[in-house]
């Protein structure tokens, strides 16, 4: 997030993380960074969900969610619908989300899970080994392939259907700080 927010100053970047731990450690990266444009959310993305307004956010990373393997944990995922539908509310129609994980059952879910909360799947079966342009890799990710776990990285795009339970947050989007333009998402 740090990297993408210095290689794009123009950009509004929110992120949202709810340990204090993980907090800690961004805000250190972003003051020796010194970068401006990024805002953290200590706390759980939800509750951006429950104020943003519809359609604010130009592009959506989701990087290596915690994968939740046990079945009767699986509620717990991201790629759920009370999370993926407030998360469509709040992206401009049209907007990417790009998914990375290491855990094939997660990357299945997701070809399931995210389409039928009003996304379509961009990428085909053959580029899913293949990072975005000028990618850099996370912290998550350079341990999953330490230990011999190779990425899948997806990318969605928000349909133009508004999503079920819409509304809620305020009429316009709240001005972006200082010259950032756009604004993306990092979730965790
Ligand atoms: C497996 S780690 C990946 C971290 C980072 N994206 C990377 O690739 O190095 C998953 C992160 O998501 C965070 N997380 C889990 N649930 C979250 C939620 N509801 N909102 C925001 N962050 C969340 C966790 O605290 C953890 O830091």
Redesign the pocket.
């Known amino acids: ?1 740090v990297a993408q927010a210095a290689a794009n100053p123009g950009v509004g970047i929110l992120g ?4 204090v731990n ?1 907090v800690a450690m961004a805000l250190g990266r972003i003051r020796r960074a010194g970068v401006a444009n990024i805002r953290i ?1 200590a ?4 509750d951006l969900f429950d104020i943003l307004p519809d359609g604010c956010i130009g592009r959506a ?1 989701l ?5 939740w393997p046990k079945r009767r944990h699986r509620e ?1 995922r ?1 790629v759920t619908p009370s ?1 993926l539908w407030p998360l469509a509310r709040v992206m401009a129609p049209g907007a990417e989300l790009r998914l ?1 994980s290491d855990v094939a059952d997660y990357i299945e879910h997701a070809l399931a899970a995210v389409p039928a909360a009003g996304f379509d799947l961009l990428t085909p079966p053959a580029g899913r080994a293949t990072p975005w342009p000028g990618w850099m890799p ?6 999953a392939l330490r230990e011999g776990r190779p990425p899948a990285y997806l990318t969605f795009r928000r349909g133009p259907a508004p999503s079920p339970g819409g509304g809620g947050g305020p009429a316009t989007c709240p001005a972006a700080p200082a010259s950032p333009v756009d604004r993306d998402a ?3």
């Open positions: 997030m949202a993380e709810p340990f993980g959310h706390g759980d993305v939800r990373f990087l290596y969610p915690d994968p717990r991201f999370y990375a996370t912290r998550y990710e350079a341990k990092a979730i965790g």
